[in-house]
């Protein structure tokens, strides 16, 4: 350790980073450590965004507002992993550990995203710090005024929607192949087993989701678009973010080719990584006969119907052939929590209409995916389980157990399984009323309050329009915790959260 590392080290210790209450000596060393490694990565993609000057060099007195937050964060991150105890060999992070990492990675993470927009005169503070949550949770909510927007930080948001939408820890844990990186990644709300190595698992997860944002943004370019737009939109596509290079969203080239590849990349962000594996590997029958893939797809195709028929007793739409084409756009980007736009506004759409959508928003797309929502997986488990309750109580005493099609096998569905999904939803409706009363009480209505926090929750990113530059801090704070519970899948950030606040008090304790 250098003579600087050792300081740090006396600095810190016995303090925050040796010291973790029931767990002994030494115990948050490695989560420090991991913090640390992480926040030198979320430093060093700071400078990312830089490479727009080589087309925009007009822009480059913004150049600082990223490379200061990025230097900062890397020295940060130097001292958290260098000046604290290094990690014994085969060490693991217990699921407390592993969730404090999390919370952590993304507080930090958006905190020094939201630094640029404030350096550069965009943003407040609040509003940054929403931008930067809204980017990083691939929400999609937006309170920059994007007609105006340097091209540097629509390249900026972009990035947040691309490090977000797979996951900050699986991008790290391909370059950090150390034990317990994995364990970090499943607190986000995954558990993708592609292949027997956690470097190889997330390389291949990293290749997939990278792979499908190129072949778009060639789709893009060849139908019309101009390369920056073209990258920018592919990003946000995939990652099921909904940030746009243009104020009217999709609406801006009012081309069905450029909407018929957003769909397509939209299905593709909103899919199962482990079911687009069985895809490249040919296996076709274990793709379509999966539980989520009949119930993802058909969702949209009845969803559809719905909507494009609202839309054309409404008059939003002109005729039944742009009914369709509007229906079908909007369904699977509020599904997938995308939140692109080809409609003008959801403001003037009527109650009805409203409560498809937020139905939508609940359900999400397919598990281990980059959309939010609670996913279609716990929706199936949790109405098979309420449904074989019911017949226990009501119909056949008989018992018998539930079979479903998971990835081309035959298994049966445990009750810990049901009891979990059906925990989850449980909770998730708690969390969304709780969000709802807390924006009524920052003056929205019952509708504003229910459909905003569901989109904020769902990281859907359509809004009545509660949620905008003009709104106070209280709004856009609980917004962006929103996101951030709705990313995290709620459990981890709480765990996170709660197991950060006994340490401190268990360290202020300590320090007496």
């Not at 965009?122 to 509003?127: E, G, I, K, Y």
């Not at 009914?323 to 003008?344: E, K, M, N, W």
Request: glycine content about 10%; aromatic content about 12%; charged content about 10%.
């Amino acid at each position: 350790m250098s003579g600087a590392s050792r300081a740090a080290a006396e600095l810190l210790s016995p303090g925050i980073f040796d010291v973790f209450p029931g767990r002994g000596s030494g115990s948050f060393s490695p989560v420090a450590r991991y913090v640390g490694t992480a926040t030198m990565f979320i430093g060093m993609a700071a400078f990312v965004p830089l490479a727009v000057l080589w087309i925009r060099p007009d822009e480059v007195s913004f150049a600082p507002c990223f490379i200061f937050p990025g230097l900062c964060a890397m020295a940060l991150g130097y001292l958290l992993r260098f000046a604290t105890e290094k990690a014994v060999r085969g060490f693991r992070l217990s699921r407390r550990q592993a969730a404090v990492c999390t919370f952590l990675v993304w507080l930090l993470a958006t905190v020094v995203y939201g630094a640029p927009f404030v350096m550069g005169g965009l943003l407040t503070p609040d509003q940054a710090f929403f931008e930067a949550a809204s980017g990083l949770t691939t929400t999609g909510l937006s309170v920059v005024d994007v007609g105006s927007c340097p091209d540097i930080f629509l390249f900026h948001r972009s990035l947040t929607c691309y490090l977000g939408g797979v996951g900050l820890v699986l991008i790290l844990t391909c370059v950090v192949t150390q034990t317990g990186g994995l364990g970090v990644y499943n607190a986000e709300g995954h558990t993708d087993h592609l292949l027997p190595s956690t470097a190889k698992t997330a390389r291949l997860i990293l290749l997939i989701y990278t792979g499908i944002i190129a072949a778009g943004a060639a789709a893009y370019v060849a139908a019309g678009m101009t390369p920056f737009d073209a990258i920018n939109i592919s990003m946000c596509a995939v990652s099921t973010a909904g940030f746009a290079t243009h104020p009217e969203s999709l609406a801006f080239w009012q081309s069905p080719l450029i909407e018929f590849i957003t769909i397509v990349l939209m299905i593709a962000g909103g899919m199962n990584f482990l079911l687009l594996f069985l895809l490249l590997e040919r296996k076709f029958k274990a793709f379509l006969t999966h539980i989520e893939t009949p119930l993802y797809f058909g969702i949209i195709a009845m969803a559809t119907v719905a909507v494009s028929t609202f839309f054309l007793v409404q008059g939003v739409s002109a005729d039944a052939g742009q009914a369709f084409r509007d229906g079908v756009f909007q369904v699977v980007s509020v599904l997938t929590s995308t939140g692109f736009q080809t409609i003008p506004s959801f403001v003037d759409l009527g109650p009805a209409l409203l409560f498809v959508f937020m139905l939508l928003m609940f359900c999400g797309a397919e598990a281990r995916s980059t959309s939010g929502g609670i996913k279609v997986y716990r929706v199936a488990v949790a109405s098979l389980g309420l449904s074989q309750s019911l017949r226990r109580q009501y119909g056949s005493n008989r018992i018998t157990s539930i079979k479903i099609n998971r990835f081309g096998k035959r298994s049966v569905l445990t009750d810990a399984e049901v009891s979990e999904a059906q925990t989850f939803v449980a909770l998730y409706l708690l969390v969304f009323a709780a969000g709802t009363f807390l924006f009524i009480l920052c003056g929205a209505t019952l509708q504003e309050a229910a459909f905003d926090f569901a989109s904020c929750l769902g990281n859907a990113g359509v809004g009545t329009g509660f949620l905008n530059s003009a709104s106070g801090p209280a709004p856009l704070i609980i917004g962006a915790l929103g996101m951030l519970l709705g990313r995290l899948e709620i459990i981890p950030m709480f765990v996170g959260a709660s197991a950060l606040l006994s340490f401190a008090v268990g360290g202020v304790r300590h320090g007496r």
